[in-house]
Structures are given as structure tokens and as C-alpha cells.
């Protein structure tokens, strides 16, 4: 198993671009989850999925879009690029099954990205 | 919605000694408290969690301690070794529905040789 993958690892935008960050997971988990980091900082959840076709909003989803139409894909979208997005982005995964360790998040290796 | 704080912002111990790291949570609905470890541009790891129906749990080297009542959790590390030094981020969530995690700013634990 690969776990959870992430592409690309690092990424510069100009203001006002668009991208897709990559997110997925090879380990049939039910729920997927983005974050931010910012330096020194701690993980700020943008969105959420428990499932194929449905999301929902965490703490900062403003500028960002999600979808999930498989159970493996989890892309994250910023439309219109700001140095306020520069930072470095998480995807994780659980399983969220009623199972011993639903709840443990597993963690892709982050995409840094710089908006300048 | 949940806040979780965590103290110290930065520690530094000497090698071989203990590293205590206190975290303190706002819903009392919240019952799952795992602990991730960051090593410098690498992703969170778990390294121990604890639910709310548990006071508190060993693994080797490091312990959590849960009191519901004050509504905070610890994290315990001994007899430190210079591969401890990472950041520690505590976190709380409703385990059950959509298990999100509410992280704490993360402490700096430096272990000086």
C-alpha cells in the first residue's frame, strides 16, 4: 500500500491562477481530509469527506473547492490564487468504519505551495 | 465549535529526561485524543491516542493522561532521546459522525545532548 499520496510536492502560482492539488489514498478509507499548515503554525482543516459524493466545510474553506466522486480521489481546487494560500497543504485519511482505530488519521506527505 | 490550546509553545530537556506537554479542550462532547509527532518537512505521525472512557495509556516511552472533569490531556515522554526532537501536535474530536480532528498549535520539544 502507498497510503495517502499527494501531488505535486511543491508548486509556485502567480496571484489570480488556478490549480488542482492531488489527493489519494489506496486504503479503502470512508472519510479524506484537507488542511493547511502554516509555518509554526497548527493544521487548519479546509474541507472534509465521509464519502463518495459528499463533502462539507471545515475551519477556513474559503478560496478552496473540493470533490469527491471515488472513494480514493480527493482533489483540492484553488480558483483564484493569494499570498494569503501560500502554505503548505495536508490530505489525510480514516477509515470511519466501526472498527477499532476508525478514527486514526493517516497523513499524505504535503504539498508546499507559494502564491506569489 | 471545539478549541484546544496546548502548552509550552517551545521545550528543551536534557537527554534522558522527561518531556511533559499539556493540552486543554472546550467541548465536553469530545471524546478522542490522539497525539501526532512532525519531524522537520515531514508529515504528522500518530504516535498514541487515548478515548474518553480511558484515563490513560502506555506505549514504551510515552504516556498520555486524560481528566475529563478538568478537560485536559497530557502527553509523557521519558527518558528522552535526540529522535524525540520534533513537533508535537495534541488534538480532540467527537468520535463518531465525521471524526474531525480540532489540533493545538504544536509544541517544539528540543532534546539537548
Known amino acids: 500500500n502507498a497510503g495517502v499520496t499527494q501531488t505535486p510536492k511543491f508548486r509556485i502560482l502567480k496571484i489570480g491562477q488556478s490549480m488542482t492539488l492531488q489527493c489519494t489514498q489506496d486504503m479503502n478509507h470512508n472519510y479524506m481530509y484537507w488542511y493547511r499548515q502554516d509555518p509554526g503554525m497548527g493544521l487548519k482543516l479546509i474541507y472534509y469527506s465521509v464519502g463518495a459524493g459528499i463533502t462539507d466545510k471545515g475551519e477556513v474553506p474559503n478560496g478552496y473547492n473540493v470533490s469527491r466522486s471515488t472513494t480514493e480521489d480527493f482533489p483540492l481546487r484553488l480558483e483564484l490564487a493569494a499570498p494569503s494560500q501560500t502554505s503548505v497543504y495536508f490530505c489525510?485519511?480514516?477509515?470511519?468504519?466501526?472498527?477499532?482505530?476508525?478514527?486514526?488519521?493517516?497523513f499524505g506527505p504535503g504539498t508546499r505551495l507559494l502564491v506569489l | 465549535g471545539e478549541n484546544v490550546e496546548q502548552h509550552p509553545s517551545t521545550l528543551s530537556v536534557q537527554e534522558g529526561d522527561s518531556a511533559v506537554i499539556k493540552c486543554t479542550y472546550s467541548d465536553s462532547a469530545s471524546n478522542y485524543f490522539p497525539w501526532y509527532k512532525q519531524e522537520l518537512g515531514k508529515r504528522p505521525q500518530l504516535i498514541i491516542d487515548?478515548?474518553?472512557?480511558?484515563g490513560e495509556k502506555k506505549d514504551q516511552r510515552i504516556a498520555v493522561t486524560l481528566n475529563k472533569t478538568a478537560k485536559h490531556f497530557s502527553l509523557h515522554i521519558t527518558e528522552t532521546q535526540p529522535e524525540d526532537s520534533a513537533v508535537y501536535f495534541c488534538?480532540?474530536?467527537?468520535?463518531?459522525?465525521?471524526?474531525?480532528?480540532?489540533f493545538g498549535t504544536g509544541t517544539r520539544l528540543t532534546i539537548i545532548p
Open positions: 489525510a485519511s480514516s477509515p470511519g468504519a466501526r472498527t477499532s482505530g476508525k478514527e486514526t488519521q493517516y
Open positions: 487515548i478515548r474518553s472512557n480511558v
Open positions: 488534538a480532540a474530536s467527537i468520535s463518531f459522525g465525521n471524526e474531525k480532528l480540532t
